[in-house]
Nanobody, 123 residues
Framework: QVQLVESGGGSVQAGGSLRLACVAS????????MAWFRQAPGKEREGVAA???????SYADSVKGRFTISRDNAKKTVYLQMNSLKPEDTAMYYC?????????????????WGQGTQVTVSS
């Protein structure tokens, strides 16, 4: 069955870094757009970054220049390197696969979702 398993979350101080990983299984990973979303308590889920099979990327304005999404097709893994973290980055981070929407890759039209990994940034 399809699985997306996230790891790498944790608690850091503002200015710190974390690297999230999402390991995929159960579907043809290489041909799928992959993305990271996040959801803070009381807020809507928002797209953070996405990467196409050809490795072109999209980022939310709030993370441009600080976060980097990448993928390793051999390992069926997508990464999110997060630098210069801010308290407002605190959220549950979700991995998503297979974009089924139109246009903006950061809207939440994805087929598969992971269970999430918590990121907490303290000031």
């Amino acid at each position: 069955q399809v699985q997306l398993v996230e790891s790498g979350g944790g608690s850091v101080q503002a200015g710190g870094s974390l690297r999230l990983a999402c390991v995929a299984s159960g579907f043809t990973y290489d041909s799928k757009t992959m993305a990271w979303f996040r959801q803070a308590p009381g807020k809507e889920r928002e797209g953070v970054a996405a990467i196409r099979p050809g490795t072109s990327t999209s980022y939310a304005d709030s993370v441009k220049g600080r976060f980097t999404i990448s993928r390793d097709n051999a390992k069926k893994t997508v990464y999110l390197q997060m630098n210069s973290l801010k308290p407002e980055d605190t959220a549950m981070y979700y991995c998503a696969a297979e974009f089924i929407g139109v246009g903006d890759l950061l809207n939440a039209r994805y087929t598969y979702w992971g269970q999430g990994t918590q990121v907490t940034v303290s000031s």
